[in-house]
């Protein structure tokens, strides 16, 4: 189970899908149709939102969420008290973006991402090497 993408297929008639699961802003949430970005979208409600044109039979309509990585939810400063709600705010942006590499991982660690890679490495080696 993914835990921040799904992929419909396209049936040429469906606009309308569902987002399901949670993100921080809107404009996290990434729409791809066949690996193209599918330009803008309309939000229905906040878990559906809806394409300008229905994707052709057998499109793939990839629905991700991408956190921002490059800046802290909230920023901290000296002296000043932190709230319950800047404190779930920075919890949940580093959740998912857990979530998000893990999914781009599979659900493999990294270990044993680099462990399979090592050794297709020297399945290769052995191969050349012949």
Do not use: C
Not at 39 to 59: C, N
Not at 66 to 77: G, H, L, N, P, W
Not at 81 to 105: N, W
């Amino acid at each position: 189970m993914a835990y921040s993408h799904i992929t419909y297929a396209g049936d040429g008639v469906t606009r309308d899908y569902i987002v399901p699961f949670p993100y921080m802003k809107s404009e996290d949430v990434r729409v791809a149709i066949n690996d193209e970005d599918a330009g803008d979208v309309t939000w229905i409600t906040p878990g559906t939102l809806q394409l300008a044109e229905a994707p052709e039979p057998g499109a793939s309509v990839r629905i991700q969420r991408i956190t921002d990585k490059e800046s802290a939810a909230v920023k901290f400063q000296d002296g000043s008290v932190l709230s319950e709600k800047e404190l779930d705010l920075i919890v949940t942006q580093l959740l998912y973006i857990t979530q998000e590499a893990y999914d781009a991982l599979d659900g493999e660690t990294a270990v044993a991402a680099k462990d399979r890679a090592e050794q297709i490495l020297v399945e290769v080696t052995e191969l050349y090497g012949k």
